[in-house]
């Protein structure tokens, strides 16, 4: 069981994240380098031991991963220690920068330097800002906003919906307990199993459109189906309760 857990995270669920092949590129290439210039920055400091030792320690367990191949490792994500290196990598190379202009370069022109790093700065809060409202308008205009508006001032305790596997948003925009989709994924060996079978149900009705499969689903614990406006079949079975443009809520039929 852990071993299909494990292959099912590495291989299907996250491999962007667990297998080196899939996330080394050209980026990685030059986040590597701005560490090697770190380490040479600091290679009489002390802070040569704080990039360093988790560096090295990082290099060594990815490359014993990839000679293992083994899942088990892979989830431990050993080459992850790079999100706290790269601030700290970048901090060094900006510091040792500063420093030597300051020692080559005229006052009136660290001046400039100063004033200039303070723009970035503040054009890099903007940008952000700028990408969070957008992504927020986008959210917002999604067109599965209007029936995740209805589940939740609708939804009643007890309630399980069934949801295509890659509407992501709607567990917790809706708030309310969904089958599975493919975002929202758990770590324990047993319940990976469960949540992998859960999604490939899911996937295998939405994609066939073959209602029969809904019997399995209402004897797992689903009550509501939401069905996309094209969706391939139609279901006999099901009672609307609500439809927009988009998307349906549906019930079984009572009869």
């Known amino acids: 069981t852990a071993a299909r857990a494990r292959d099912i995270l590495v291989n299907i669920r996250i491999p962007h994240h667990a297998r080196v092949a899939d996330w080394l590129d050209w980026t990685t290439l030059a986040r590597g380098l701005l560490l090697g210039t770190a380490l040479f920055l600091v ?66 022109w660290m001046q400039g330097l100063r004033v200039g790093m303070a723009v970035m700065v503040v054009c890099a809060l903007v940008v952000g800002m700028i990408r969070t409202r957008v992504e927020t308008a986008e959210a917002a ?29 709607f567990r917790l925009n809706a708030q309310a307990p969904v089958y599975g989709d ?10 990976v199993i469960t949540w992998y079978s859960r999604f490939l149900n899911a996937k295998h009705f939405y994609e066939s459109g073959d209602c029969s499969l809904l019997d399995d689903l209402f004897d797992q614990g689903v009550t509501h189906v939401i069905l996309p406006a ?6 006999r079975s099901l009672t609307p309760v609500y439809q927009d443009d988009a998307y349906g809520v549906f019930v079984p039929d009572p009869d």
Do not use: N
């Open 43 to 108: 290679r009489r400091h002390k802070l040569l031991l704080l990039v360093a030792l988790p560096l090295g320690a990082a290099a060594l367990l990815t490359v014993v991963q990839v000679i293992s191949a083994d899942p088990a490792l892979a989830l431990l994500f050993p080459w992850r220690i790079s999100t706290w290196l790269m601030p700290i990598a970048l901090a060094v190379i900006v510091w040792r920068s500063v420093l030597g202009a300051d020692a080559w370069l005229p006052a009136r």
């Open 230 to 235: 094209d969706f391939p079949g139609r279901c």
């Open 182 to 191: 493919f975002f929202s994924i758990p770590y324990q060996y047993r319940e």
């Open 141 to 169: 205009g999604s067109p599965a906003v209007p029936v995740q508006r209805y589940v939740a001032g609708h939804q009643q305790p007890g309630e399980m919906y069934l949801i295509p596997v890659k509407m992501y948003d």
